[in-house]
């Protein structure tokens, strides 16, 4: 079955480091692919997709461009901030599913000044 | 716009007692979902629902648990009788259209079986 693959957290930063979240996928077809942002006390939230080969996802500052040679989508920032400690999950669906998207474990970033 | 509301936010209950979680998805949105997230076993999807019509509930993890959506602006996840390790968050997320289009989640419900 479909299934998702990210690194193990937690990932600690120094502010303005640049931050890779690794992601690989596996599924029959071509999914369409997420990455997810978690908050504390807080539900997820979308942080970009892609849905097709080469797509690049993008949203602020964050960026995953969907390699379909290597089923990968990670994740990538050139310069974290402390406000983008959270959780990250990585996320595919595939078409006939009703919209059931499958979820990966989460990976917890942490920005310290 | 609201989003995908979810009350209560905290429930502290006794073991034994019947919780029921509530789900308002956001107005249009014509799929739900009831995930469980620990610390343990991550985000876990319990139940969808398609046009308020159950499509896969094998996450769901025993009897005790039951998911109802009676139209498509309510949704309730009943456990009774609860246990202790049923403590967890538990989202509703609803979405709308095609695959490509994103979940959308509430805030949660912080649920503690004491």
């Known amino acids: 079955g479909d299934s998702v693959t990210q690194m193990e957290g937690p990932v600690t930063l120094s502010e303005e480091a640049c931050l890779t979240i690794?992601?690989?996928?596996?599924?029959?077809?071509?999914?369409?692919l997420f990455w997810y942002v978690q908050y504390p006390g807080e539900g997820l939230q979308l942080l970009l997709k892609a849905t097709k080969a080469d797509d690049k996802g993008s949203n602020k500052g964050f960026e995953a461009t969907y390699r379909k040679e290597t089923t990968s989508f990670h994740l990538e920032k050139g310069s974290v901030q402390v406000s983008d400690s959270a959780v990250y999950f990585c996320?595919?669906?595939?078409?006939?599913?009703?919209?059931?998207?499958?979820f990966g474990t989460g990976t917890k970033l942490q920005v310290i000044p | 716009d609201a989003g995908v509301i979810q009350s209560p936010r905290h429930e502290v209950t006794e073991m034994g007692q019947e919780v029921t979680l509530r789900c308002k998805p956001i107005s249009g949105h014509n799929s739900l979902f009831w995930y469980r997230q620990t610390m343990m076993r991550g985000l876990e999807l319990l139940i969808y629902?398609?046009?308020?019509?159950?499509?896969?509930d094998s996450g769901m993890p025993e009897d005790r648990f039951s998911a109802k959506m009676p139209n498509a602006s309510f949704s309730t996840l009943k456990i009774q009788p609860s246990e202790p390790r049923d403590s967890a968050v538990y989202f509703c997320?609803?979405?709308f259209g095609g695959g490509n289009q994103p979940q959308h989640f509430g805030d949660g419900t912080r649920l503690s079986i004491l």
């Open positions: 997320a609803s979405s």
């Open positions: 629902f398609n046009n308020n019509v159950p499509i896969d």
């Open positions: 690794n992601c690989t996928y596996t599924a029959t077809g071509y999914p369409s």
């Open positions: 996320a595919l669906y595939y078409s006939g599913g009703y919209q059931k998207v499958t």
